[in-house]
């Protein structure tokens, strides 16, 4: 069986962190595990995503059209961007925070809410605010940590692969406040 993840998000927002710390995580656990990603044009309002996949034996690391299994979105415009990758059913792990594109500021179109609010209807959708819980925590920059946590929550990979992933992966400085992250999303 493979398992799919989508991460999609704004610059800035530790998405090449968090892909990192997912295909470790999946190696660790066993699995054969390949993944892309694109960076650094979201400012323009271009895209930031990364794919995971991993599985008995991966040949792609590319998701195709429908074959998403879990959606990470760092902002909800992104959760309705990807959706389209995903299986129905399909679960969307999904921050709640906004972040105006450059159109939506320049007021060239329109945040699409009602499309966002509608994702509920056609897949599992877990919202997770993220960006207040890490401020809780005294450090924003480990939201991406919290997201981790609510999407290991979707999977069977044991929570102590987890954490020492994480540990492995964030400065010694903050390896309690990124482990304290990560259970806010897993106890949800």
């Given at each position: 069986m493979?398992?799919?993840?989508?991460?999609g998000?704004?610059?800035?927002?530790?998405?090449?962190?968090?892909t990192?710390?997912?295909?470790?995580?999946?190696?660790?656990?066993?699995y054969?595990?390949k993944s892309?990603?694109?960076?650094?044009?979201?400012?323009?309002g271009g895209?930031v995503?990364?794919n995971v996949?991993?599985?008995?034996?991966?040949y792609?690391p590319?998701?195709?059209?429908?074959?998403?299994?879990?959606?990470?979105?760092?902002e909800?415009?992104?959760a309705?961007?990807?959706?389209?990758s995903l299986?129905?059913?399909?679960?969307?792990?999904?921050?709640?925070?906004t972040?105006?594109?450059?159109?939506v500021?320049q007021e060239?179109?329109?945040y699409?809410?009602e499309?966002i609010d509608a994702?509920k209807?056609?897949?599992?959708?877990i919202?997770?605010?993220?960006?207040?819980?890490?401020k809780?925590?005294?450090?924003?920059?480990?939201s991406?940590?919290?997201?981790i946590g609510?999407l290991?929550?979707?999977?069977?990979?044991?929570?102590?692969?987890?954490?020492?992933?994480?540990?492995?992966?964030?400065?010694?400085?903050?390896?309690e406040?990124?482990?304290s992250?990560?259970?806010?999303?897993?106890?949800?």
């Amino acid at each position: 069986m493979t398992t799919n993840i989508l991460i999609g998000g704004v610059g800035g927002q530790g998405l090449v962190l968090m892909t990192n710390i997912i295909c470790q995580g999946a190696m660790k656990a066993g699995y054969d595990v390949k993944s892309n990603d694109v960076v650094g044009l979201s400012q323009r309002g271009g895209k930031v995503w990364g794919n995971v996949r991993f599985g008995e034996k991966i040949y792609s690391p590319n998701i195709s059209a429908k074959q998403g299994d879990v959606l990470i979105a760092t902002e909800p415009l992104e959760a309705l961007r990807w959706s389209a990758s995903l299986k129905d059913g399909g679960v969307i792990i999904v921050n709640p925070k906004t972040m105006y594109s450059t159109p939506v500021q320049q007021e060239k179109a329109e945040y699409p809410k009602e499309e966002i609010d509608a994702l509920k209807d056609k897949y599992k959708v877990i919202e997770i605010d993220a960006n207040e819980e890490a401020k809780k925590l005294g450090k924003i920059q480990v939201s991406n940590v919290i997201m981790i946590g609510a999407l290991a929550r979707e999977l069977e990979i044991p929570i102590k692969i987890w954490e020492e992933t994480i540990l492995e992966n964030v400065p010694p400085k903050f390896k309690e406040m990124n482990i304290s992250a990560f259970r806010v999303g897993y106890n949800g």
